[in-house]
Nanobody, 115 residues
Framework: QVQLVESGGGLVQPGGSLRLSCVAS????????MGWYRQAPGKQRELVAS???????NYADAVKGRFTISRDNAENTVYLQMNNLKPEDTAVYYC?????????WGQGTQVTVSS
């Protein structure tokens, strides 16, 4: 059974930064793409950023230039560095490990951007 555990969320002022981490158990990490998603109240879950097993990253337009996704295969960890945070970034952020045949989700971590 694969488990994903997110951490690093919290309350931050507009313009501030946070770094989210997601640690994966099991041996699947290096073979899977990883993604960060978010869901704000009353809205659908949306992709924020993803990174392939080879390290190719993609970003939603809303976060380009502000967020950076990275992965450490030796530590089974994926990160999301979030800079210049805006109130509209407020959401629960979820980590996902996925391939053609599999999809695993973490439990989510709350990010609140407010003054």
């Amino acid at each position: 059974q694969v488990q994903l555990v997110e951490s690093g969320g919290g309350l931050v002022q507009p313009g501030g930064s946070l770094r989210l981490s997601c640690v994966a158990s099991g041996s699947i990490f290096s073979r899977n793409a990883m993604g960060w998603y978010r869901q704000a109240p009353g809205k659908q879950r949306e992709l924020v950023a993803s990174i392939s097993s080879g390290g190719t990253a993609n970003y939603a337009d809303a976060v380009k230039g502000r967020f950076t996704i990275s992965r450490d295969n030796a530590e089974n960890t994926v990160y999301l560095q979030m800079n210049n945070l805006k109130p509209e970034d407020t959401a629960v952020y979820y980590c996902r490990a996925f391939s053609v045949a599999t999809s695993y989700w973490g439990q989510g971590t709350q990010v609140t951007v407010s003054s």
